[in-house]
């Protein structure tokens, strides 16, 4: 199967600052990227849509200017929390779509002090 | 009411018994319908993808009812390394495939 990675793995950061999470395919072709957050003991909540080469797609309730997504290239999508609060700590994850199949990355466990 | 329902559980299973849970789901022109598998602190991973003429892989059974609009998920023979949350998941979007929607999960706690 498909391979789909994510960095950091685990970030701990000051409340006020933006972190940076990489989502990458790594051995296929990915024009459309999802990230979702998950909270202790809730479901995964899909949080938007990357598209390669224009704007991303948000869910209701999820703040775009709070949430930046950027879909740079066919392997690549960032999500960037900007401002951190303490609410922001989740579980993050991207998936990619290929042949038929939803890839994950492993997650990313943001903690925001 | 929330797109995609299960049980949370958790479901305490004797090892070798069987176990099957429900997931149902709210709109009517769902495309695709999966289970998923998530241990705890790690990323989802696909069990299976769930055919209108229900299908088969091993000790797990899967079933599709679009007219009562439910899925569900048969482990027979359960092991202890199934002890896991089940995510149920269905792709809604018809002009986006991968938008996933995704239940809450039903816990599965398989016992020695």
């Known amino acids: 199967g498909a391979v789909v990675s994510q960095h950091p793995s685990r970030v701990i950061c000051k409340s006020g600052t933006s972190v940076k999470i990489e989502c990458r395919s790594l051995?296929?072709?990915?024009?459309?990227m999802f990230w979702y957050r998950q909270f202790p003991k809730k479901s995964l909540m899909l949080m938007a849509t990357?598209?390669?080469?224009?704007?991303?797609?948000?869910e209701q309730g999820v703040e775009k200017d709070k949430f930046l997504i950027n879909h740079a290239s066919l392997t690549l999508s960032t999500l960037t929390v900007t401002s951190a609060h303490p609410e922001d700590s989740s579980f993050y994850i991207c998936s990619a779509p290929w042949r038929g199949e939803q890839f994950f990355g492993p997650g990313t466990r943001l903690t925001v002090l | 009411r929330k797109e995609v329902e299960q049980d949370p559980g958790p479901f305490n299973v004797p090892e070798g018994a069987t176990v099957a849970f429900n997931c149902t789901y709210s709109n009517s022109a769902s495309q695709s319908f999966f289970w998923y598998r998530q241990d705890c602190r790690k990323e989802p991973k696909l069990l299976m993808s769930v055919y209108s003429s229900g299908n088969e892989d091993g000790r797990f059974t899967a079933q599709l009812n679009r007219a009562s609009q439910y899925i569900s998920l048969l482990i027979r023979d359960s092991k202890l390394s199934d002890s896991a949350t089940y995510l149920c998941?269905?792709?809604?979007?018809?002009?986006?495939?991968?938008?996933?929607?995704f239940g809450a999960g039903t816990q599965v706690v398989v016992t020695p």
């Open positions: 051995d296929f072709q990915a024009t459309t």
């Open positions: 990357s598209n390669e080469g224009s704007k991303a797609t948000y």
């Open positions: 998941v269905v792709n809604m979007a018809t002009d986006s495939w991968g938008k996933f929607q």
